[in-house]
Every structure is written in C-alpha cells, then in structure tokens.
C-alpha cells in the first residue's frame, strides 16, 4: 500500500467511525460518502427527517461533528452537504445508518442524487435542476 492508499484508508476510518457514532446516537439522520478524485477528498452528504426544527439540538450536534472530523483530517477534511445539494454522490457511495433504520428505502436517496444546483455562468445564479426529494421516516 503506497503513501495515498494509506492517506485516504486513515481519512475513510475516521469518517466511518465518526458516522457510524453520530447516527447511533441520532438515528434520525443518514449519512453517505466517497472519495473523489476529481475534488481530491471525501464527500460527505447526509438527510434528515423534514420535521427537524431549526432549533433542534442535533444541528450543534452535527456542526460538532464536522469539526471534529475536519480537525482530524485537518490537511484534507471532506466537503459536507445536505441532500447532495452542493454536490453529487455516485451509486457506489458508502451508506452510514442507524441500525434502527430498517425501514429507510435506500432509493429514496439515490433519488435526492438527481437533483442539486449547478452555477450558470452565463446568468451568474445557481440554477436548481432535478425533482427535489426529502427523506422522511414512515410513520
């Protein structure tokens, strides 16, 4: 294993591990990530239920959470986004859920892949393309 094989199994350890320990203890979220050789580091995205609050303690939670994982791969931290709206993941991207999530339909997510922004050069705006797709729990 040369010196980047190694680099990226040490940043991909640590990005599961610190998913894997966020949704066991917010299981209401769900997590998927790669690497990209394009942007030369991890892609972090993740969906939460639509009735999260903007006062729920789980956003200080999960900014916690993306300062701890950039502050350990501090030369090469991930990009994060929500609903892969700042970027796209492939199919082959790696799911991180609670155990408790039996009833999440790995569909649903690949579905939110087809949608995002792009930057529109010509018109300077970011231009929404896709059908927006919101993860939410079954009842």
């Not at 203890?25 to 993740?46: N, T, V």
């Not at 993306?66 to 990009?79: M, V």
Request: proline share 3%; glycine share 2%.
């Amino acid at each position: 294993m040369n010196m980047e094989e190694s680099s990226k199994t040490y940043m991909e350890k640590v990005i599961d591990e610190s998913l894997q320990n966020f949704v066991n203890s917010h299981p209401e979220i769900i997590f998927r990530y790669e690497y990209s050789d394009l942007m030369d580091c991890y892609l972090i995205s993740y969906v939460l239920p639509e009735n999260i609050s903007d006062e729920d303690v789980i956003w200080d939670n999960l900014s916690d959470l993306k300062d701890s994982i950039e502050d350990a791969l501090r030369d090469n931290p991930p990009l994060f986004s929500r609903n892969n709206i700042v970027f796209t993941l492939s199919s082959n991207a790696k799911l991180v859920k609670s155990q408790l999530q039996s009833d999440f339909d790995e569909q649903s997510f690949i579905l939110i892949q087809n949608s995002g922004y792009y930057f529109d050069e010509n018109n300077d705006e970011q231009v929404f393309f896709g059908s927006y797709q919101v993860y939410s729990k079954a009842a």
